[in-house]
């Protein structure tokens, strides 16, 4: 059995919002038995003789649901400011400013009400719509960051050679510096550069323990994935050799 999905785009109103109805052509043989969903109603119905199971009725309705989305807003806070210029999203909080460029991203912003921000996009399809989502990710990441601030939390694990763990800061770039020594007994240093805007500390609390903080989710995260990459061991047999630098926690500098 084997299903067909098209859809008719109907006359634009004056309006100007362009309608869809979905359809949905199920292939028996050399016939074909239309079937179509009725949103006045909200009911599934087939123009033939059989009825479309249930789980397909369900994947339909999704379908119907994500192809009608076209817009997603995101709400700001008094005490931030957002600029979009060109697509080009400047958020300043609290904690800071960040920048993000969504030029290459065919998307339109707008601003229909106070402190709601419009993300639409004309004539989007699937993947259309998962980019609007992205877009509202970046967007809530960037306004988390400059009010809460993101902290990443990274444990050392070993079973007989001790991991020791030096930070500096770099006086010309003002960067963090890690420097990971004895790992596996090897003499080799390995240093990690932290990506611009992220601080890293050895916690005073938890033994071995490393933190991440800064205000970019993009640069923490990197910045743990740097570290935890660099201790990757090789030819050994990685299912008995755990030793490295693992992310243990994610979180937020300010807690709600």
Same mark, same amino acid.
């Given at each position: 059995?084997?299903?067909?999905?098209?859809?008719?785009?109907?006359?634009?109103?004056?309006?100007?919002?362009?309608?869809?109805?979905?359809?949905?052509?199920?292939?028996?043989?050399r016939?074909?038995?239309?079937a179509?969903?009725?949103?006045?109603?909200?009911?599934?119905?087939?123009?033939?003789?059989? +009825?479309?199971?249930?789980?397909?009725?369900? %994947?339909?309705?999704?379908?119907?649901?994500?192809?009608? %989305?076209?817009?997603?807003?995101?709400?700001?806070?008094?005490?931030?400011?957002? $600029?979009?210029?060109?697509?080009? @999203?400047?958020?300043?909080?609290?904690?800071?400013?960040?920048?993000?460029?969504?030029?290459?991203?065919?998307?339109?912003?707008?601003?229909?009400?106070?402190?709601?921000?419009?993300?639409e996009?004309? $004539?989007?399809?699937?993947? *259309?719509?998962?980019? %609007?989502?992205?877009?509202?990710?970046?967007?809530?990441? %960037?306004?988390?960051? @400059?009010?809460?601030?993101?902290?990443?939390?990274?444990?050392?694990?070993?079973? $007989?050679?001790?991991?020791? @763990?030096?930070?500096?800061?770099?006086?010309?770039?003002?960067?963090?510096?890690?420097?990971?020594?004895?790992?596996?007994?090897?003499?080799?240093?390995?240093?990690?550069?932290?990506?611009? *805007?992220?601080?890293?500390?050895? +916690?005073?609390?938890?033994?071995?323990?490393?933190?991440?903080?800064?205000?970019?989710?993009?640069?923490?995260?990197?910045?743990?994935?740097?570290?935890?990459?660099?201790?990757?061991v090789?030819n050994?047999?990685?299912?008995?050799?755990?030793?490295?630098l693992?992310?243990?926690?994610?979180?937020?500098?300010?807690?709600?």
């Amino acid at each position: 059995m084997r299903y067909i999905y098209s859809e008719e785009r109907l006359p634009i109103p004056e309006n100007g919002e362009q309608a869809i109805r979905p359809l949905l052509f199920e292939v028996i043989g050399r016939k074909d038995v239309g079937a179509e969903w009725e949103t006045s109603s909200g009911a599934f119905g087939c123009a033939g003789r059989m +009825s479309a199971p249930v789980w397909l009725q369900e %994947l339909f309705a999704r379908k119907t649901a994500a192809t009608s %989305l076209s817009k997603r807003r995101r709400c700001e806070n008094d005490c931030l400011k957002v $600029h979009i210029r060109s697509r080009v @999203v400047t958020v300043e909080g609290p904690r800071g400013k960040l920048v993000k460029d969504l030029s290459h991203i065919a998307v339109t912003f707008g601003r229909p009400e106070k402190n709601v921000i419009s993300i639409e996009m004309h $004539h989007g399809v699937r993947k *259309g719509i998962a980019t %609007l989502r992205t877009v509202r990710t970046l967007i809530n990441n %960037l306004i988390i960051g @400059v009010t809460r601030g993101f902290k990443y939390k990274m444990r050392y694990v070993y079973a $007989h050679f001790p991991i020791n @763990v030096n930070i500096e800061k770099n006086s010309e770039t003002g960067q963090f510096e890690v420097e990971i020594r004895n790992f596996l007994g090897e003499k080799i240093v390995r240093r990690v550069t932290a990506q611009p *805007g992220v601080e890293v500390a050895i +916690s005073s609390n938890v033994k071995d323990e490393l933190q991440l903080t800064g205000n970019s989710l993009e640069a923490v995260s990197q910045s743990a994935a740097d570290i935890q990459q660099i201790c990757r061991v090789r030819n050994k047999d990685i299912r008995k050799f755990l030793d490295g630098l693992y992310v243990s926690e994610r979180g937020n500098i300010v807690e709600e």
